[in-house]
């Protein structure tokens, strides 16, 4: 029996190529998404045909209950979950405060650090019983900037990061290695970046930044995904930074 690697975002971007990956080095890919059944299936697929093992579920992670089961189904049936990669997204798009409802600001929140709560209360004692695993958490640079227009998505995302700090806090003496990953730049991802700006525009960024390796690469993006995965205990990492070299890092920004 393999051992696990559970992707819940698993588009065709970050989430769909970090578990092709995670395939082709010896696991099993776990693929979660929300919508795109024909899309999910085209990615478990790609696996497979590449000789790697892989199962695609539809998940709505705002459903109650619905990342719990998964765990669970997934230690019963598939095996053990070595791995996770948490990769919701929580962007509504630039909003003023007073076009930001109550619900789309939870919403946020709910995608963002309660998902992750959710998935970590139920997976950490599976890994702690084991003596160890990995979580890894996508995020973005609203994690650490809030911008305006960004009041739902930083708060969300400002919550995701100490919840994995907390996380790490609590279980990093344990064996369970926490890692949050902020994704500071524009990546080439059909289901995120594409669907936001249609196909049009879409190509034409590719065809210009992207040819010039200014968009992030979700296949470069991935090797980090593993090589973090992979570390010795003595030299974890907790968190890290990608952006392409042409964009300005956050820190920078006016």
Same mark, same amino acid.
């Given at each position: 029996?393999?051992?696990?690697?559970?992707?819940?975002?698993?588009?065709?971007?970050?989430?769909?190529?970090?578990?092709?990956?995670?395939?082709?080095?010896?696991?099993?890919?776990?693929?979660?998404?929300?919508?795109?059944?024909?899309?999910?299936?085209?990615?478990?697929?790609?696996?497979?045909?590449? !000789? &790697?093992?892989?199962?695609?579920?539809?998940?709505?992670?705002?459903?109650?209950? @619905?990342?719990?089961?998964? $765990? *669970? #189904?997934?230690?019963?049936?598939?095996?053990?979950?070595?791995?996770?990669?948490?990769?919701?997204?929580?962007?509504?798009?630039?909003?003023?405060?007073?076009?930001?409802?109550?619900?789309?600001?939870?919403?946020?929140?709910?995608?963002?650090?309660?998902?992750?709560?959710?998935?970590?209360?139920?997976?950490?004692?599976?890994?702690?019983?084991?003596?160890?695993?990995?979580?890894?958490?996508?995020?973005?640079?609203?994690?650490?900037?809030?911008?305006?227009?960004?009041?739902?998505?930083?708060?969300?995302? !400002? &919550?995701?990061?100490?919840?994995?700090?907390?996380?790490?806090?609590?279980?990093? @003496?344990?064996?369970?290695? $926490? *890692? #949050?990953?902020?994704?500071?730049?524009?990546?080439?991802?059909?289901?995120?970046?594409?669907?936001?700006?249609?196909?049009?525009?879409?190509?034409?960024?590719?065809?210009?930044?992207?040819?010039?390796?200014?968009?992030?690469?979700?296949?470069?993006?991935?090797?980090?995904?593993?090589?973090?995965?992979?570390?010795?205990?003595?030299?974890?990492?907790?968190?890290?930074?990608?952006?392409?070299?042409?964009?300005?890092?956050?820190?920078?920004?006016?």
């Amino acid at each position: 029996m393999k051992p696990v690697c559970l992707v819940i975002g698993a588009g065709a971007g970050i989430g769909g190529t970090v578990g092709a990956k995670f395939a082709r080095e010896g696991y099993h890919a776990v693929l979660c998404r929300r919508s795109d059944e024909d899309g999910l299936n085209k990615l478990v697929e790609g696996i497979r045909s590449e !000789g &790697g093992e892989a199962t695609g579920f539809l998940m709505n992670a705002l459903d109650e209950s @619905s990342i719990e089961d998964r $765990v *669970a #189904h997934v230690e019963k049936e598939i095996g053990p979950i070595e791995v996770v990669i948490y990769n919701l997204g929580a962007q509504i798009g630039d909003r003023t405060l007073a076009d930001t409802s109550y619900k789309a600001f939870e919403m946020g929140w709910r995608l963002a650090t309660f998902g992750l709560f959710r998935l970590a209360k139920t997976v950490t004692p599976y890994m702690e019983e084991r003596g160890g695993g990995k979580i890894l958490v996508t995020s973005a640079t609203a994690s650490v900037r809030g911008n305006a227009g960004q009041h739902s998505h930083a708060a969300a995302m !400002g &919550g995701r990061r100490l919840l994995c700090q907390t996380l790490n806090a609590q279980f990093a @003496s344990k064996g369970i290695h $926490v *890692a #949050h990953i902020i994704v500071d730049g524009a990546v080439d991802a059909p289901d995120t970046l594409g669907k936001m700006l249609g196909p049009e525009l879409f190509q034409k960024l590719r065809d210009t930044r992207g040819a010039q390796d200014g968009l992030l690469q979700p296949e470069k993006m991935a090797e980090t995904y593993y090589h973090i995965a992979q570390q010795h205990r003595s030299v974890w990492t907790h968190e890290l930074d990608l952006r392409s070299y042409s964009d300005t890092a956050w820190w920078n920004h006016d």
